[in-house]
Each structure stands twice: as structure tokens, then as C-alpha cells.
């Protein structure tokens, strides 16, 4: 790097240079040239807005978006948010505690009007739900 001037850099010319960096890189594949020779360095003088972070935005709609799910069969109804409150709550009727609760799978069997649920991988036949 003999031979090159250091100048102050300006926080604005920082990031014109990093918005325009796979440009940058295009330029650098350009042929070495011969040495002797001295190039000038051409300095932009439009300025151009920062970009907008909009994926950003959209992620932030997305988290913020809330779903309901409902069964419906044969007249009756019930939401995913009820039958797992709801097998929580007759799984600490049974004596445990829901602090035990690291997996709560909710089996729908619409036909019964029932769903049956596994807490921890573990099923038994009277971890069942009536909506």
C-alpha cells in the first residue's frame, strides 16, 4: 500500500460505500494494472437515501398476527386454545402439576364430541377431554 494518501473519511461516504458494496466488489475484478501507471479516483458526488429495512417491517406484522383454530362437527364447536387450557386443567385435576408439562399433544375426535391428549409422550386412557 506504499504510495496511497490517507484522507479523512466522512460518515456519509462510509455508507454510500457500504450500500454500494457488491458494486464495489464487481469493480475489483477489473485487470491489474501496470504498474507506473497512477489512476484517479473518481468521487461521486450524488447522495443517495439510506435504504428502508422493510423485511424487517413485515416481520414484525407477522409475529404480531394471532391465529385462532376451531373444530366444528356435527354442531358442536370447539377453539385448539380451549381444549389445551382445557386438558392442562384436567391434567392437574389427576394430582399433577402443570409445571411438569414440557409437550402437550390434543388428539380431536370429533365423532365422540372428545379429545384425548399425551403430556410428555405419555397417553393414558383417562386424559380425555368432552366439549
Request: charged share 35%.
Amino acid at each position: 500500500m506504499a504510495g496511497v494518501k490517507k484522507t479523512p473519511v466522512k460518515a456519509e461516504e462510509v455508507m454510500e460505500e457500504t450500500a454500494k458494496a457488491p458494486e464495489a466488489a464487481e469493480e475489483k475484478k477489473e485487470p491489474a494494472k501496470k504498474p507506473g501507471r497512477k489512476t484517479a479516483v473518481k468521487k461521486e458526488t450524488t447522495k443517495e437515501p439510506a435504504a428502508k429495512k422493510e423485511p424487517a417491517a413485515k416481520k414484525k406484522a407477522a409475529e404480531e398476527t394471532k391465529a385462532s383454530v376451531y373444530i366444528q362437527f356435527d354442531g358442536g364447536e370447539a377453539s385448539v386454545d380451549t381444549l389445551v387450557s382445557a386438558a392442562k386443567q384436567a391434567y392437574a385435576a389427576l394430582g399433577h402439576k402443570e409445571e411438569e408439562i414440557k409437550t402437550l399433544d390434543v388428539y380431536v375426535k370429533p365423532q365422540e364430541h372428545a379429545a384425548y391428549y399425551a403430556v410428555n409422550g405419555e397417553g393414558s386412557e383417562e386424559f380425555r377431554i368432552e366439549y
